[in-house]
């Protein structure tokens, strides 16, 4: 069974920047593809980026992309997100998540495992 554990979350101003770091216990780098959603106030999470597919580019939503870089260290089973010139539309709870690949951040049916999240909170 797959456990994930978010953390660095936390509360900035308007154009901060935050890293996201989720471990991954009983999981096999390469078993699976995995990637970072949010749930903002009010809304259904969605997704933020993924690895799409193993030793592919990872795929961002159009919200993210040019700010936030998902990045992974298979040694440490650990996958990154580095959040940066953050808006107050970017508060929300955010998941780490695994599932088979392909695991497309534009749907969250294809996750089989969520960590608990880490809110982040941005404000002016």
């Known amino acids: 069974q797959v456990h994930l554990a978010e953390s660095g979350g936390g509360s900035v101003q308007i154009g901060g920047s935050l890293r996201l770091s989720c471990v991954a216990s009983?999981?096999?780098?390469?078993?699976?593809?995995m990637g970072w959603y949010r749930q903002r106030p009010g809304k259904e999470r969605e997704g933020v980026a993924t690895f799409y597919h193993p030793g592919r580019v990872p795929y961002y939503v159009d919200s993210a992309a040019g700010r936030f870089t998902l990045s992974q260290d298979n040694g440490k089973n650990t996958v990154y997100l580095q959040l940066n010139s953050l808006k107050p539309e970017d508060t929300a709870m955010y998941y780490c998540?695994?599932?088979?690949?392909?695991?497309?951040?534009?749907?969250?049916?294809?996750?089989?495992?969520w960590g608990q999240g880490t809110q982040v909170t941005v404000s002016s």
């Open positions: 009983g999981y096999t780098a390469g078993s699976g593809c």
């Open positions: 998540a695994a599932g088979p690949c392909p695991l497309r951040a534009i749907t969250t049916t294809g996750v089989t495992s």
